[in-house]
């Protein structure tokens, strides 16, 4: 009798199961819900046996080889794009207002909130339709992911691809400059610019550990008197104070970029606004000085990314060698750092470094760089880093390895323009 019983209650667990398992993949919401719980296992599981913090990368100056013609991708860095292409709806030119003087506070109206929570990374399409929204845009935050994030997992958009969104999607037009201060973006928002920041923050991951991370927000207020600016954060919440002081702390990481939309009447007052910014040379050579003076007064994480800083402005000013200089000193001053306060994912945000070590024809670092990122990721899906990789690997002569890499990439992000043109001149494209 025991047996039977033993066998009835088998029998209705396993239906259960059954059931229960046909609910998960027949419901869209249960089975989202589902594979969410399980990667969050899975790469609780991944970090815990293998600690990104601890992962150290070692920079080899002595292995150099002849470098090869800088390729278009080389240069990908965010220039003036004031000029309306023969693409891009025309917008009707009307009087320039003059700079406003700058009051001691000021709030922009006019944006539409959009957090980035129910989709996977979802910080950049957030961030870019909130700023796109103050100048009149009525899309959704999917309407941006749908170009910007092809693969849903992607787990970073890079700053010019939400400028080339704009320049190559909307009526509007938009630009982005390192070496950022707070005048600028004041001077900014009361000339009715709000301006979208690259910033890193420290939130606990899934871990539970406090961890850092690259975060947009967008301002569009400040308050001199309460020195502090207003965001619009797509992870906290709509119309979040931020110290002036803590900007700073958190804009550092990102050598202090940031980005602004403007439309055809706005241009010329954006320039004026701008002033010394309005040329990205003289916006990299400003961000270059502030580096090597943060270098000077700074240590811990602060001193990795003024030296980082450095290497940043030293590539968008085509000093690959010197840039590559920099950034061995930011990786030596990393391996000093407490591993609670590495900044593990940099290499997720920035890719300075390939930019450096490559067109240095340090192609070794470049591969050994691009494998630690990508190993120390319990999901690989960075495609820049099997990007860079292919093309250290192509100046080496491994061919079948640089496309493997290629159609890596390809698959992490659809598309990806600098991939495809590669293989394009490899003759491996179909």
Not at 216 to 245: R, W
Not at 360 to 379: C, F, P, Q
């Amino acid at each position: 009798m025991n047996g039977k019983i033993v066998l009835r209650v088998l029998i209705s667990f396993l239906l259960m199961i059954f059931f229960i398992t046909i609910l998960i993949f027949t419901v869209p919401q249960l089975r989202e819900s589902f594979f969410w719980y399980a990667n969050q296992i899975k790469t609780r599981i991944d970090y815990a046996i293998n600690p990104p913090e601890q992962v150290v990368f070692v920079p080899d100056a002595s292995q150099v080889q002849p470098t090869l013609p800088i390729l278009p991708f080389a240069t990908m860095t965010i220039t003036s794009t004031m000029v309306v292409t023969a693409e891009t709806p025309q917008v009707e030119i009307t009087a320039t207002p003059e700079p406003t003087p700058m009051p001691q506070a000021h709030k922009l109206e006019g944006i539409t909130y959009f957090d980035q929570h129910g989709l996977w990374n979802y910080c950049a399409p957030a961030n870019l339709a909130m700023q796109l929204s103050y100048w009149g845009w009525e899309g959704k935050r999917t309407d941006v992911g749908k170009v910007l994030k092809p693969f849903e997992k992607d787990k970073n958009v890079m700053l010019y691809e939400m400028v080339d969104y704009v320049n190559n999607n909307t009526q509007y037009h938009a630009l982005a400059r390192y070496g950022g201060s707070l005048d600028l973006i004041k001077k900014l928002v009361a000339n009715g610019f709000p301006v979208l920041v690259e910033k890193g923050v420290y939130l606990r991951d899934i871990n539970g550990k406090l961890s850092w991370m690259g975060h947009y927000a967008v301002i569009d207020g400040y308050d001199d008197l309460k020195e502090e600016f207003i965001t619009q954060d797509s992870f906290f919440k709509p119309n979040l104070p931020l110290n002036y002081q803590d900007l700073i702390t958190q804009w550092r990481s990102f050598n202090y970029y940031f980005m602004v939309i403007y439309d055809g009447n706005s241009e010329t007052l954006l320039r004026e606004t701008l002033a010394e910014y309005d040329d990205p040379f003289n916006a990299n050579q400003i961000a270059y000085q502030k580096a090597n003076d943060e270098i000077a007064t700074n240590q811990g994480v602060d001193l990795f990314y003024a030296w980082f800083n450095r290497g940043t402005s030293m590539v968008q000013l085509q000093d690959y060698a010197g840039a590559a200089t920099a950034y061995d000193q930011a990786f030596t001053t990393y391996s000093t750092l407490p591993e609670k306060n590495r900044p593990w994912r940099m290499m997720w945000y920035q890719t300075g470094p390939y930019f450096a070590y490559y067109y240095s024809g340090r192609y070794g670092d470049v591969i050994n760089l691009a494998t630690m990122t990508i190993d120390a990721a319990s999901e690989p899906f960075l495609e820049e880093s099997f990007y860079w990789r292919a093309q250290a690997n192509l100046a080496l002569g491994m061919t079948q390895a640089a496309v493997d890499d290629l159609n890596k990439s390809l698959e992490y992000h659809p598309g990806f323009p600098p991939s495809v043109e590669l293989l394009k001149q490899m003759g491996y494209f179909q």
